[in-house]
């Protein structure tokens, strides 16, 4: 079936220091994919999508780009503020399963990022 | 802002009840999507609603139902509570159509004791 697998976490980094945070996804046809994150207490933001292979999304100095030769939507940043610091999720949708709906988003477990001053 | 707005945002109940979940979708959207966060683990899909119609549903039980409005806004039904179902409950609304992007409220804290 469709999934989508992050890398564990937590991810520990020092302001300014360069982000990666790999997602890898299996599903049929074409999915859109996309980076959510989630503040402490909060629901979840859009952070950036691509929604066909070779799109590059970004949004606040983060960028993915969406690689079907390798299955995979790693976001990356040049340099993370303590203001990131939240949980972020990798997930695709347009690959819906029978009974599913066809906008449904399939998550990751979420990778915490952690970055101190 | 996203527009999505969900109530109450904190909920306890006891094993064996039953609780409704609310949510008022983004002006304009007519699709809503709930999803069931477990601490620690990324949303799960329960159903979704286009129209008033439900139009899919995730690996959930009959006791967790729903309906949607006239005016979009929806809800969520869990009956025969049970301690598992203790979660982050989100609404997300969208536009539908497979390459929009879904948006979501600050959720539903929902304990079971």
């Known amino acids: 079936g469709n999934s989508v697998t992050q890398m564990e976490g937590p991810v520990t980094l020092s302001e300014e220091a360069f982000l990666t945070i790999n997602c890898t996804y299996t599903?049929?046809?074409?999915?859109?994919l996309f980076w959510y994150v989630q503040y402490p207490g909060e629901g979840l933001q859009l952070l950036l999508k691509a929604t066909k292979a070779d799109d590059k999304g970004s949004n606040k100095g983060f960028e993915a780009t969406y690689r079907k030769e390798t299955t995979s939507f790693h976001l990356e940043k040049g340099s993370v503020q303590v203001s990131d610091s939240a949980v972020y999720f990798c997930a695709l949708g347009g690959a819906a399963e029978t009974g599913q709906a066809g906008t449904a988003l399939i998550f990751g477990k979420g990778t915490t990022l952690s970055v101190s001053s | 802002e996203t527009g999505v707005t969900q109530s109450p945002t904190h909920l306890i109940k006891t094993r064996g009840q039953q609780v409704t979940l609310r949510c008022s979708s983004q002006s304009g959207h007519n699709t809503v999507s709930w999803y069931q966060q477990a601490l620690g683990q990324g949303p799960q899909f329960i159903f979704q609603y286009y129209r008033e119609e439900e139009n899919g549903r995730g690996n959930f039980p009959p006791r967790f139902s729903g309906l949607q409005f006239p005016n979009y806004s929806s809800e969520l039904n869990v009956n025969a509570l049970e301690l598992d179902d203790s979660a982050l409950y989100l609404c997300?609304?969208?536009?539908?159509?497979?390459?929009?992007?879904?948006?979501f409220g600050q959720g539903t804290r929902l304990t079971v004791v």
């Open positions: 997300a609304s969208s536009l539908g159509g497979v390459r929009t992007e879904a948006f």
């Open positions: 599903a049929t046809g074409y999915p859109s």
